[in-house]
Every structure is written in structure tokens, then in C-alpha cells.
């Protein structure tokens, strides 16, 4: 679970649209490309194949629209 300010957010979602970002796959020994995610603690970073991206990545685009929608509320 993953906990952002509205900028926060803003700022991570940005940063995984670049395009070096999202062509960083890399073949792990089980044969599966991977995008490696890596976080403000050097110890954590998480790994994604393209399948599990491209989900975390349509949660990410809910939660933006979500947000545009509590702005609105609010």
C-alpha cells in the first residue's frame, strides 16, 4: 500500500510516464522482463511485468480521476 499527498501523487504518476521509465524492462533469470519501481528507501523497490504494470498503472489513472472528482466535491 502506497500513501501520497495529492502532490505526491502527482509527482509519482508523472514520473512514471517517461518515457525511460517505462521502457526499463529488465529479463530477470526466469526469463520474465520486469520494470523495476524504485522508492525513497534505497532498500525497497518493487518489480512488475508488463501485465501487472499495466494494471498498477490503470489503478493509478482511476486514482487521479478520483482525485479530480473529491476536488470537485470539496
Known sequence: ???????????????TESPDFNESFYRFPDGESRLILHTPNA?????F?????????????????????YRLIY
Not at 43 to 47: G, K, P, W, Y
Request: glycine share 2%.
Open 1 to 15: 500500500m502506497l500513501t501520497f499527498s495529492d502532490a505526491q501523487f502527482r509527482s509519482f504518476k508523472k514520473y
Open 43 to 47: 532498500d525497497i523497490c518493487f518489480a
Open 49 to 69: 511485468t508488463e501485465d501487472e504494470w499495466t494494471d498498477f498503472y490503470a489503478a493509478m489513472e482511476e486514482a487521479e480521476y478520483m482525485c479530480g472528482v
